[in-house]
């Protein structure tokens, strides 16, 4: 009987994602095998959901802190088949073939080629940052690419491994040291979950890179040269009654555009929202919203007025916003307390945003909560006006399509125009301990050395 081999996934919050890659492991994996996942100081919710479900394990190895990918080697010390597997908990393997399932294979192609020590599944999507390179590797008979692999699905064999994982760089350095290969299934391939984080979350990406320093190392991700930036919190407060209002009233967010006052706020929390300058040309929607307008912008709101064919909400100070006589105001809301709503700028300043690494994008439901709850007081410094046209006029019809980008369980927005005006606001600055991050990667090539050499010696 073939020995089981023991798959060992490093999970960090982003549940869906291990959700998803379980289930396809459960469902795709014919070889015999036994899951053990290692939680690197998860949030409530995947920890909770790992004890819900911890009869579909091996064993759970709760790590007390976040130690990156180094968190793989308390898997691995739990677990004791001669191959094994570790990975991100990212992935969605392939369904079985002719061939067998792709963990059938992937041993297959082990004993086929024992001078591997190392053998990943390939990705079935491109991207510059982790896969572009392999159009130029070597191709060994056919089946084999003999080049670097991330953690996706790493098939190790332990007697081949002489020191303690503490990272994938140094641990494919170890592994070639040792007289080893490293490669990748030329056609075993996998779905990567986080495909559309340079989209979805461009500070997830941005944190994680910012992360590298005295104990772990993250790559450059060149997407995030291209990426959409996150939208502050100060814009998260300020959209948040907004689109309480227009939920409120029944006003979807396809029917919604806004009018730049001079920038987009509501597009940049909300991307089902297209956001317009005042003079861009528009057909106008069903609604029409505009975000705290300075006194000089009297003529874009005039202009909400006239594109509008039901509504108008404007989020504006005590002073109520004209309105041309076949309108009137339905309805008037407190904004974000001005409490919370100055500490939401505090924390949108270049320096808090470094040190706190918070997420709008990840956790931009929560956020938008916060600040609807914190919709009160009579002294606010911005209120939500609703105006309705007497008599409504037939809408535009919606612009947005929403379509997955990858098998991602998110699906992305995707809309026919170019990205809304934004204010200009500093990045995360993403590679900040160069020192720490040389000091991290030298730090590692000592203790392997050191391991190899008493590895030599026995």
């Not at 930036?229 to 967010?253: F, N, Q």
């Amino acid at each position: 009987m073939a020995e089981p081999v023991d798959i060992i996934l490093l999970s960090y919050n982003r549940l869906e994602f291990l959700v998803a890659m379980v289930e396809a492991l459960e469902a795709r994996t014919l070889w015999p095998h036994q899951l053990t996942v290692v939680d690197n100081a998860s949030g409530p919710q995947t920890r909770q959901w790992l004890r819900e479900n911890s009869g579909r394990f091996r064993q759970i190895v709760w790590n007390g802190r976040n130690e990156h990918l180094a968190g793989l080697q308390l898997g691995i010390a739990a677990t004791d088949s001669e191959l094994f597997v570790v990975s991100d908990a990212d992935l969605v393997v392939s369904e079985p073939t002719a061939a067998g399932c792709w963990l059938t294979r992937l041993v297959a192609l082990a004993e086929r080629h024992p001078d591997f020590g190392l053998l990943g599944v390939r990705l079935d999507s491109i991207s510059e940052a982790r896969n572009a390179h392999l159009e130029h590797a070597p191709l060994i008979d056919g089946e084999l690419l003999e080049t670097d692999p991330g953690v996706w699905l790493n098939l190790i064999a332990r007697s081949a491994l002489k020191i303690s994982y503490m990272g994938d760089g140094i641990t494919r350095y170890a592994l070639r040291r040792s007289g080893y290969r490293v490669g990748i299934a030329a056609d075993i391939y996998a779905t990567h979950l986080g495909d559309a984080d340079p989209q979805r979350h461009p500070d997830y990406l941005a944190r994680k890179q910012a992360a590298s320093g005295w104990r772990t190392t993250y790559p450059a991700y060149p997407e995030l040269r291209s990426a959409g930036r996150a939208p502050t919190l100060s814009e998260l407060a300020k959209a948040a009654p907004v689109l309480a209002a227009l939920e409120r009233h029944g006003i979807a967010a396809l029917d919604t555009i806004e009018l730049c006052a001079p920038y987009a706020v509501l597009a940049a929390v909300q991307p089902e929202i297209e956001a317009y300058a005042r003079d861009e040309e528009t057909s106008g929607a069903r609604a029409v919203a505009i975000l705290d307008p300075p006194p000089s912008a009297a003529q874009t709101v005039a202009r909400a007025f006239a594109l509008a064919g039901e509504w108008v909400i404007v989020l504006a100070s005590v002073a109520v916003p004209k309105a041309p006589s076949e309108w009137t105001l339905a309805d008037e809301q407190p904004g974000t307390n001005a409490t919370l709503s100055r500490l939401a700028a505090l924390a949108s300043r270049p320096r808090w945003r470094n040190r706190l690494l918070y997420s709008t994008t990840e956790h931009r439901d929560g956020w938008l909560a916060v600040f609807r709850a914190g919709c009160f007081g009579d002294d606010v410094p911005l209120r939500v006006y609703v105006f309705r046209r007497e008599a409504p006029q037939s809408q535009a019809a919606s612009r947005v399509i929403a379509e997955p980008a990858s098998a991602s369980p998110v699906a992305v927005i995707r809309t026919s125009r170019p990205a809304p005006p934004l204010a200009n606001v500093a990045a995360i600055r993403v590679r900040r301990r160069r020192v720490g991050t040389l000091a991290t990667k030298l730090r590692r090539l000592i203790s392997a050395e050191w391991q190899l050499f008493r590895a030599r010696g026995r």
